[in-house]
């Protein structure tokens, strides 16, 4: 009886243990905005590229140490901070005719799914832009080996592309191709530190 006890009482134990040793694979860090953005491309009258970036990027990555496929990330970037170096152009960007910054101030990301085979990782998930939420993919570079930053604090850091079509997100409607091609590619760099 004693030993049956002691076996019963060494399970539990070790099941009481079991979801800190599981937490322990799972690191939440924070995106640093000061070192993260967004560039962006699209193509203007089909002979030239307009090149443009964002700013403001914040959120949470929820990164499985064992597993990048078990990881999760959202995300918000601030549409204000628009920049295509031209004040013209950026006031009509941030106009209702494409961003409409008054009512959607912010773009957002939330993860539904990583991706990662073959030495190739994916991260899938939902973008809202101008109001409008559609599933989009980003082609996935790192996350970069984890190092101790200026400041004591662990900091790591990933690349994200993708493609995105406007047409899908009705986002500047008015201005079909060539006026403005519909393709828009992207990189997200982010820089996060560990919490």
């Known amino acids: 009886m004693t030993t049956k006890r002691s076996v019963l009482l060494a399970f539990a134990a070790g099941l009481a243990l079991l979801p800190a040793s599981l937490q322990a694979q799972t690191s939440t860090w924070t995106i640093d905005p000061a070192h993260s953005s967004v560039q962006f491309s699209v193509r203007h009258m089909g002979v030239s590229t307009v090149h443009g970036s964002l700013n403001g990027v914040k959120g949470t990555v929820l990164l499985d140490e064992k597993s990048f496929a078990k990881s999760s990330v959202t995300a918000t970037i601030d549409a204000t901070t628009l920049t295509t170096s031209n004040e013209k152009r950026d006031q009509h960007l941030k106009s209702p005719d494409f961003f409409n910054i008054a009512v959607n101030p912010t773009l957002s990301f939330k993860s539904s799914k990583v991706v990662s085979e073959g030495g190739k990782q994916q991260i899938i998930g939902d973008l809202t832009l101008g109001g409008v939420t559609k599933s989009v993919t980003f082609d996935v570079d790192g996350p970069a080996p984890p190092q101790k930053g200026p400041q004591g604090k662990i ?25 403005l091609g519909d393709e828009v590619k992207f990189t997200i760099d982010v820089e996060i530190d560990k919490q």
Request: net charge positive; glycine share 12%; no cysteine.
């Open 155 to 179: 900091v790591s850091g990933f690349s994200a592309t993708g493609v995105l079509s406007r047409t899908e997100f009705n986002f500047g409607p008015k201005f079909a191709p060539p006026v």
